[in-house]
């Protein structure tokens, strides 16, 4: 609904509902028929049969898993879940805004002033549905609960435009501020205040600067808050493994000071893992009810600059520093070890779970916390240009571009760990850039963009000069990854503004993504071998569609 009153007021009212629902399915094993299957005994006739006279009177058929093919189809049906393995995600939102505004509530000598004011209430809720022997671990997976969350928000803002010179001794000069206060449901959040103060000026015609500080606020969303614990066995390092009498440090007197480490070391001479108790480490992760929201102190200070004598022409270039406390973020397993050793802080030890008899640790927890820190600066730069040609008729040509050069990124994950730099890290490059041209010629357009991520490194821990070999070469060579450059190209015709015909192919020179082992390296999501968040892991791609307009 929108309207107007009073000649200058403008407003409008919206209602949204918006609803996702996701269902995937797949195939997957069941532990316990799995290991009956494999829990194979031969009678005095010769015959391979499973161990357990309850498993064979279920139907249990031993399935072997060594050579090609030799898995029969009896033993792969019986270890084969009877229930299918299944996420079942239903997203839903309701959103009730209203908003007044105002470009001329009075006039100042160098123009009206403007005001918005608005208010809006939200209402989200999610539910992550998995089957039950996901949740109980009893698949070829680790145990994983389902989510079940829900808040709401109600919030109020207020904008102000305020023109304070014109066509004085500067062609423009503006103040710009706004303010938002959020109430939300979650009792740790409450009640946030965001704001920001900004300035417009123009000494000159076709030259503009500008910035803005800000102080920002981020509630945690529903998987962050509201997501139970869920397994996993991802590698942990104990510093006391390995630990002897003799060993000197705060660490190994920590270690020694366990009774059981101690016992140990004195009947074996070390305390040892073997790699079954390591790989045996599991841990739980998820969300935290306590979570607060997220700060963010933020400046930007730019220019647009648009010249008078190359029509077409506009070139803006922003500075930013962006700095968040309170970030939600985990301690890290093996960080919350060491720690523990050192301060027993129970911040720290509440994670940690040690075997009081043979000292080893068994469990690892890795709960989001609001811990974590980051600062981060860099400049963003955009070009547009475009301008008619006159070659064939009344063709054109368009040319966007935008480019970032990121000066650093330095994340702490909390107040005991180190402050790292991530700034040339995979998916955090220094330069970033991407240029499309267009072409049209009435009807048609043919557009190629290119789209540049510079070079980066694999693990910001992993630089060095290493000599250790992994598939024919360094770890630390692999570790580098070059600059990557991906074409796109379209041909559309258009008819009568209505209907839309294309064709394009991505990735138009099938450049291939960077390998990157999984470990010791952390960019790679599993089973990709890259970061496919990054980089294309498709290759050469093609496509043709159709658009109509009613």
Known sequence: LRGSFANDWKWDASYVYGRLHDLTTSEDIDNNRYRNALDAIRLPDGSIVCRSEAARAEGCVPINLFGFNTASPEASAYVQAV???????????HVLSANLSNSNLFTLPAGGVGL????????EKSVDDLDILTNTGGNSGN??????????????????????????FVDYFGLTGAARYSKYSQKEVGGVFSWNA?????????????GVYAKANRAPNISEFASAPSETFAGVNDPCDGTTATDTGAIADACRSI?????????????AYTPADLQGINGFIGGNPNLKEETAKTLT????????????????????????????GTIGQDLSIEQCLLTGDATFCSNVFRDANTGFVTRVDDQLLNVASLKTRGVDVGLRYGRRLGLLGN????????????????????????????AGSVGLSKHRASVRTAYQNGPVTFSWQLNYIGKAVGDVDFIGDETELFNGGTLGELNKISDAFYHDVQLRFDVQKRFG??????????????????????????????????????????????????
């Not at 299944?86 to 939102?93: G, L």
């Not at 990121?406 to 994950?413: C, G, P, R, T, V």
């Open 83 to 93: 229930v299918p393995k299944s996420e079942d995600i239903v997203n839903q939102q």
């Open 116 to 123: 918005a004011v608005g208010a809006e209430y939200r209402k």
């Open 143 to 168: 145990v994983i609960p389902d989510t079940k969350g829900k808040f709401n928000v109600w919030e109020t803002y207020a904008e102000l435009n305020v023109p304070v010179l014109k066509d004085s």
């Open 395 to 422: 063709d054109r040509v368009d040319v966007t571009g935008n480019y970032t050069y990121l000066i650093d990124y330095k994340s702490q994950a909390n107040a005991a760990a180190p402050l790292k730099e991530y």
């Open 501 to 550: 015909f294309y064709v394009g192919v991505d990735n138009l020179f099938n450049n291939k993504p960077p390998f990157l082992p999984g470990t010791p390296f952390t960019a790679s999501p599993t089973g990709t071998e890259t970061a496919a968040d990054v980089y294309d892991p498709f290759g050469r791609r093609f496509y043709a569609g159709v658009q109509v307009k009613f």
């Open 259 to 271: 009774p059981a480490i101690a016992a140990a070391i004195q009947a074996n001479g070390v305390f």
């Open 198 to 210: 900004g300035f417009e000026l123009q000494p000159i015609s076709g030259l503009r600067f500008r």
């Open 301 to 328: 200070l730019g220019a647009i600059f648009q010249p008078s004598f190359v029509r077409g022409l506009s070139l803006t270039v922003d500075y930013f520093d962006i700095k968040v406390d309170d970030a939600i």
